[in-house]
């Protein structure tokens, strides 16, 4: 049985008092025992979140990481290795806004991935079309290729130690979801996809959906057989949202 996960990108927001208040909102949730809940502060606020979290059991981790794992001559990065030495013990790779935004490429998220990995950093790999994608029906073609990128570099077994999040570009903060039926044909074939280079990671890997999550939809994505949880942005900025979210995933 695969644990549901549920977690927070708090992607480029938040001041030392927001993060402050947003922290002590989520100390006094009451989450399911069953479900991995975690967040994603931005790196300066990591060690504050991670201090004011102790002893609640969510897990704590980055938005982003080095292409190298250790410390180094790397001017505005920060290593698998530091974020590691912190507490955090996932890593976004390859969210749409650093691929689109920042230009982020698979050879360049490869790197990212296996270097998170080298110190036990877990990535959380998101892949996801973007609309116009969609309305030419390549979704499957994009999310496959980007997911082949791994594979081919490290191999399928990569995946023992990594979860993926399906997030369709067209979906992220834009108020619009994805129906659970659409998401879980992608996540179906993510997971064949894997499958058919082996059953045992396919079966275990976490597949979480990303893109206007919020509690009202919450229930039904992850409802669908495919759908381990999800990628929560605007709605995990609001503690007992994304409270309820979690406790959606628990039922
Ligand atoms: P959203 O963002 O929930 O605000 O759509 C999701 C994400 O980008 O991870």
């Not at 996801?128 to 979704?139: C, D, I, P, Q, V």
């Amino acid at each position: 049985m695969r644990r549901p996960m549920v977690a927070g990108n708090w992607k480029m927001h938040g001041t030392r008092a927001s993060v402050a208040e947003l922290t002590e909102g989520l100390r006094n949730l009451a989450l399911p025992s069953g479900v991995e809940v975690a967040v994603f502060p931005p790196a300066l606020f990591i060690n504050q979140v991670i201090d004011g979290l102790a002893d609640k059991g969510i897990i704590v981790g980055a938005q982003n990481s080095a292409v190298q794992p250790e410390q180094g001559a790397l001017t505005g990065e920060v290593a698998p290795e530091q974020l590691v030495e912190a507490g955090c013990k996932l890593v976004l790779i390859g969210h749409s806004e650093r691929r689109q935004i920042i230009g982020e490429t698979d050879q360049v998220l490869n790197r990212k991935f296996a270097a998170a990995q080298a110190k036990g950093l877990k990535p959380v790999l998101c892949i996801g079309e973007t609309l116009e994608e969609r309305e030419a029906g390549k979704t499957l073609e994009v999310v496959g290729r980007q997911l082949s990128s791994i594979i081919e570099a490290f191999g399928v077994k990569a995946f023992a130690n990594a979860v993926i999040a399906y997030e369709p570009v067209w979906a992220i903060g834009t108020g619009l979801t994805a129906t659970p039926q659409q998401a879980q044909d992608v996540h179906a074939a993510i997971r064949g996809q894997l499958a058919a280079e082996d059953a045992e990671v396919a079966a275990k890997v976490q597949l979480l959906y990303g893109g206007s999550v919020k509690a009202a939809n919450a229930a039904e994505l992850f409802g669908m057989p495919d759908i381990d949880g999800g990628l929560i942005g605007g709605a995990s900025l609001n503690a007992d949202e994304f409270g309820a979210i979690c406790r959606a995933a628990g039922n």
